[in-house]
């Protein structure tokens, strides 16, 4: 997962470790601590003359810190690997111009002993873009009123149906039950593969004919965990329509007649800068409260991982991993930048 992505973020760290060695002949005895109170400090101990030369010499020619000019290479280099990895060009701007802020004026001394100054300024800057606060699944899930209501929105074919068979899993092992709606009316053999994994996991499901209104499907699923107190709804929505207005229609219809608790958006890691574009549709059309990226075990360049969130302003909540029922996994964002990192 994200291996291309992280293959990338290893080079930058090397290639600033060899740059800013390159650029510092004079530094065998380079000081560990560049703070001139510091040389002061050392100024007493006789036996350190020599170092405290060097070091004076390194600090008046500024050679003890890494310069914004000899980053710009790596950092350029950088943007233009995570460009074409499919990270959102605001994306990869805000991380070159943290990594900037954060290395610039460090130690050289830090960088050449090894000490890990790079990656966690890799670090940093990753999780500034990917950590954009929001909720919490599980918390939300056990605070709400049952029955919770939760609506999947997202185009078709990239593994919305089985998301929601997926957490219709997660959220029975946890104790909650469950039932299914399909909502998406319009394409043809759409109920049949929502029965499919309702069969294969025991869980109802709640269908009209296709063609039907997806609003009321979805009203009747939650009329249904009323009166059998069931404590969660999955609800399928349409991933194409006629038009764009009739999508934004359908999804505006099911906001005013069902009132959903929560409205996940689900797309395609693989999908890259596509999946983000579609994200910030969706949410522009009926807003989200999360994205669920499937297929990431597919995904080498994590793209859409890292610019999903920071582009729309709400978190990622899953990933999928894989074509099995339990093949989901909570995204943490710190979890995924030591991943990225380590
Ligand atoms: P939908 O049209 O969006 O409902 O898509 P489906 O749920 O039918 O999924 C489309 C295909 O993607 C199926 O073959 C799924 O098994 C596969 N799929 C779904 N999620 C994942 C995932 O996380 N990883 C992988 N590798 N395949 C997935």
């Known amino acids: 997962m994200f291996d291309s992505l992280k293959e990338k973020l290893g080079r930058f760290e090397e290639d600033v470790e060899t740059t800013t060695d390159a650029d510092s002949e004079t530094d065998d005895e380079q000081p560990t601590e ?175 004919e296709q063609g039907g209104d997806p609003a009321a499907v979805i009203y009747d699923a939650v009329e249904y965990a009323e009166a059998n107190e069931v404590d969660i709804v999955l609800g399928d929505t349409a991933g194409r329509l006629h038009t764009s207005n009739d999508l934004m229609s359908q999804l505006e219809k099911i906001d005013r007649v069902v009132g959903p608790d929560l409205t996940l958006f689900v797309d395609e890691a693989v999908a890259g800068q596509d999946a983000t574009q579609r994200a910030q549709q969706f949410n522009d059309a009926a807003e989200i409260d999360g994205v669920v990226l499937t297929k990431a075990d597919a995904d080498s360049q994590g793209g859409a991982a890292i610019s999903i969130a920071h582009v729309t302003g709400k978190p990622i909540l899953f990933l999928g991993t894989g074509q099995g029922y339990d093949d989901i996994e909570q995204f943490d964002p710190e979890t995924i930048v030591d991943r990225l990192t380590t």
């Open 34 to 208: 560049p703070d001139p109170e510091a040389t002061d400090e050392s100024a007493e101990d006789p036996e350190s003359d020599d170092s405290l030369t060097e070091r004076a010499k390194l600090f008046a020619s500024g050679k003890s810190k890494i310069t914004e000019e000899e980053l710009e290479e790596p950092l350029e280099q950088l943007e233009f690997a995570l460009l074409e990895g499919d990270v959102e060009l605001s994306v990869a701007s805000e991380i070159i111009d943290r990594l900037r802020e954060e290395l610039v004026g460090q130690a050289r001394a830090q960088v050449k002993s090894g000490e890990v100054v790079v990656q966690e300024a890799i670090g940093a800057a990753l999780l500034d873009v990917i950590d954009v606060g929001g909720i919490d699944f599980d918390e939300e899930i056990a605070a709400r009123e049952k029955p919770v209501t939760v609506i999947f929105t997202g185009v078709n074919g990239v593994g919305k149906t089985t998301t929601i068979a997926k957490l219709g899993r997660y959220l029975e092992e946890r104790g909650y039950d469950v039932v299914l709606a399909n909502g998406d009316t319009y394409r043809a053999g759409a109920n049949e593969q929502l029965q499919e994994h309702a069969d294969n996991l025991g869980l109802k499901l709640i269908s009209h």
